[in-house]
Nanobody, 125 residues
Framework: QVQLVESGGGLVQPGGSLRLSCAAS????????IGWFRQAPGKEREGVSC????????YYKDSVKGRFTISRDTAKNTVYLQMNSLKPEDTAVYYC??????????????????WGQGTQVTVSS
C-alpha cells in the first residue's frame, strides 16, 4: 500500500524551529520529485518547497527562502523540511506529496499524485 506519513509538527514560539518528516511506505521515494505544501485556515493550499530525485537542490517559495531547507534521506525513504525562524504566518497544515516527475516541476497540485494526511504547525507566543 502506497502511503506518505508526515510528522514533526507542533506548537512553537515565533523564531523557533521544527523539522517535518515525510516517510514513504509501499514505494521508493528516491525516484520522485517531492513537494511540501501548506494550507492555512480559509486559504488555498500553496507550495512551499520541492526537490528533485537527485536531492541536490531545493526550491522554495519566496517567503520561506533562507529559513526552510528541504532534504532527503534515501536510506530512510524520507524527505525532511527543516523550518527555522518560524513566523506566525507559517501556521498551517503541512503536506508532502510525490510529483509525477523526477524533478521539481513547480507547485501545481495536479502534478502531484500521492499526498500525506498532513501535520499541523502552529507558530504562536
Amino acid at each position: 500500500q502506497v502511503q506518505l506519513v508526515e510528522s514533526g509538527g507542533g506548537l512553537v514560539q515565533p523564531g523557533g524551529s521544527l523539522r517535518l518528516s515525510c516517510a514513504a511506505s509501499g514505494f521508493t521515494l528516491r525516484y520522485y520529485g517531492i513537494g511540501w505544501f501548506r494550507q492555512a485556515p480559509g486559504k488555498e493550499r500553496e507550495g512551499v518547497s520541492c526537490v528533485g530525485s537527485g536531492g541536490d537542490m531545493g526550491y522554495y517559495k519566496d517567503s520561506v527562502k533562507g529559513r526552510f531547507t528541504i532534504s532527503r534521506d534515501t536510506a530512510k525513504n524520507t524527505v525532511y523540511l527543516q523550518m527555522n525562524s518560524l513566523k506566525p504566518e507559517d501556521t498551517a497544515v503541512y503536506y508532502c506529496a510525490t510529483s509525477q516527475y523526477y524533478y521539481c516541476s513547480g507547485y501545481e497540485t495536479y502534478v502531484y499524485d500521492y499526498w500525506g494526511q498532513g501535520t499541523q504547525v502552529t507558530v504562536s507566543s
